[in-house]
């Protein structure tokens, strides 16, 4: 442990430290692990749904014609893919265009102008509206709230969901608090999953705002990296059994299935939140790309076939996984300067140095050619209370890329925490 | 002219156009000229672009993999193609998802939640907010006002564009007017052509409001009928040579180019206008489907290979709109009952019955058979307020159904018009 270590002790490792440092920084490198970007062995895997679609023939399904305009909620086939994914009704189920994120702005952007169903006035027309924020979360949930100055209130995520006692003291005497922000499963960027409880407290909350809403934002929903793990607990089933089910809006895409950029995302809620949506999506668009969902449809045929390929992802991610685990393990263990989550599926590791050593650990990687998630982008308003929370986006560098990449952040964590440990 | 007639001469008339009536209703016909939807054949041409894109390698353009995240504004090539189109630079343009009713609906939905670049205010703090709103014009854009409960005025047409006398008295003496929208070129449903003079007084306009926006729709930009006509002056051109540059965000698609479900979307605007719009925009999606974008850009080469395609739409059109005219020449010339555009281009002809009798002739067609466009849906809040208007939509019905279609709407008009007259 450094923190036992003498002032000596501690400047012998120092400057063992530094040299390795020195060392890395001598090699130059552009490494990148900030990103939740699928890689191109990934990528590769969806080629065939380039040419799902090949004639005019191809674009039709039953009498609708893919190209042409119409359809506002999706295809059939996609609505029952998604049906399927979120062990919902395909009654249930919006098919959007090609961002999830899109959905989710456009979600509380349309309820800050007109409300939920259910609302007696506009979110904007109802005084400082809050929102309810599981840390470290993701940054772009955040970044919606505070573009549309809702007021965020940090909630710590325990390892098996939010601390549900703060959740229920917020949401069941503050009216004011409108909704909250959840990855369920493998959530970005801790990698836990909800436990029955959690989804059960969730489902059985009696909120002082009629309007309150659970933004359940499953994007990692099937992307297991070990496989037999447990998958959330329904959470609409469990709302429905309370009568409750209005107050959840769950979304998914495919953009960590197919292709990042050219996925198909969906918004799955109760008819009645979904008819209050569709009278107003109606307004706002044309409808979705209906050729892409077809092409989605051709190439998975159905939900068994997107699990089946998302076996083969896990294939990919699972070696990445292990490479931050072993590194961090080989060069951290025991020295009490850092602690991170071993997620059995998802996009990233939550890595959290010594406080107050989280910028400088980011600022000596970058030095060194190491680019990682920006510190603090994991909290509100950008502010990492602690300094001391790093994402950690293992997917998209080529193996070897990682390697490096973990082998200098080791050496950063290292460094910036003996450094703090002198300057006390 | 049926005014002329005696009592007698109309009840001859009727009985004679109610024989016809009687006879087409028998027919049992189930014909469609409602939606300016592109036909079968026109999207045939396009079934090329289906597998512009087949191989992992095919989806790089330059450094960029467009299966990936990544990039907000829209691959340089697509931008490159709107760019030349819309006769602005390359830095103008913004690229959108497949909808560009979506990108207006989210320029003047932003407009209201947080302003526009310049705005002392969000529009929905400034107090009543008004649009003026030529006529007759397109649904969508009342509905987006509508639905954003900003009050529309009702700009009369006058073949050559707006009344721009009203235009400038609206525009330069109330702040509250934020907008206008426009059609330029083949305008929805008239098809008429703004004239040079109107784009140099929307460009000379000093607006009341310091935010005021002219909303440029220019969706049938390419989208002759017969070729020869005069295109719109470049309106950008003209604010810019002003100082007016901020005044105008413009539009298009390749809905009616490419696939309408499934085409490219584009917004341009000044640097400063889409400096702001970015900025937003950042938070509210992960950027469009560049996948897409490629697809058209692979498939159509560049403007001028859209341009070539173009004029096989034409092809396809032309003896469309000439059905009409040619029926209705026929068959109304010289009854005093209804007068028509005569479009050189776009999707849509307009059709002016007597005062009154939009909706008895529309009703009439609908027991016989024929969908026409909503009667008030050419209006602001679906009010036409003399009850005359028509849209006709040629496009999408086979020539044998057009022809059929355009017969019973003639025996309707006529039907209409001589009940009431002798009802007066």
């Known amino acids: 442990m450094l923190k036992d270590m003498t002032k000596e002790q501690l400047l012998d490792f120092k400057s063992e430290v530094m040299k390795q440092y020195d060392n890395a920084c001598a090699k ?16 590769v895997m969806s080629e065939g749904m380039l040419t799902a679609l090949s004639t005019n023939e191809d674009c039709f399904t039953g009498a609708t014609d893919c190209r042409n305009y119409g359809g506002l909620d999706g295809i059939d ?33 349309r309820a800050m102008t007109f409300g ?28 919606i709230c505070e573009l549309l100055g809702i007021e965020m209130i940090n909630i710590p995520l325990t390892g098996t969901g ?6 229920e003291k917020y949401v069941e005497n503050d009216p004011s608090v409108k909704g909250i922000w959840c990855v369920p499963h493998y959530s970005n ?26 933004f359940w934002d499953n994007a990692y929903i099937i992307h297991d990296v070990i496989y037999g793990a447990k998958r959330v607990k329904n959470i609409y089933e469990a709302c429905k059994a309370q009568g409750n089910e209005d107050r959840v809006f769950m979304y998914t895409s495919t953009s960590k299935i197919s292709f990042p950029g050219a996925g198909v995302a969906c918004l799955a809620a109760s008819e009645a939140n979904l008819a209050q949506i569709k009278k107003l999506l109606a307004i706002q668009t044309i409808g979705p790309d209906k050729l892409n969902q077809l092409r989605h449809v051709r190439f998975f045929k159905n939900a068994d076939g997107i699990l089946a390929h998302m076996k ?18 080989k060069e951290l263990t025991g020295l009490g300067i850092a602690s991170w989550t071993k997620p059995t599926g998802g996009y990233f590791i939550s890595l959290d140095v010594n406080d107050g050593c989280a910028t400088r650990t980011y600022d000596l990687a970058k ?8 510190v603090g982008a994991t909290f509100p308003y950008c502010k990492d209370p602690l300094d001391k929370n790093i994402r950690i986006a293992p997917s998209f560098p080529p193996e070897d890329e990682l390697t490096q990449a973990v082998e200098v952040l080791c050496i950063c964590i290292k460094l910036a925490a003996v450094e703090k440990l002198l300057a006390e």
């Not at 395909?90 to 265009?97: F, P, S, Y």
């Not at 939010?162 to 959740?167: A, E, N």
């Open 77 to 109: 086939e996609m609505k029952e893919i998604f049906a399927s994914i979120l062990e919902v009704g395909k009654e249930n189920i919006l098919v959007g265009g090609n961002s999830s994120l899109n959905m989710m702005y456009d979600t509380v952007s």
């Open 189 to 214: 960027p801790t990698g836990e999953t909800y436990s029955d409880e959690v989804v059960d407290r969730f489902a059985s909350l009696k909120p002082a705002a009629k309007d309150f809403r659970i």
């Open 28 to 43: 130059k490198l552009k490494l990148d692990m900030s990103r939740g970007k699928p890689c191109a062995k990934q990528l």
């Open 116 to 143: 939920v169903h259910g609302s007696d006035a506009p979110w904007s027309q109802q005084g400082k509206i809050k929102f309810l924020c599981p840390v470290p979360g993701y940054d772009r949930h955040f970044a």
């Open 162 to 167: 939010p601390d549900m006692d703060l959740v």
């Open 312 to 329: 083969r992802h896990a294939e990919i991610l699972r070696p990445k996984f292990d490479i931050v685990f072993d590194g961090f393990e």
């Open 367 to 374: 030095a060194a050619g190491v680019t990682l998630t920006n």
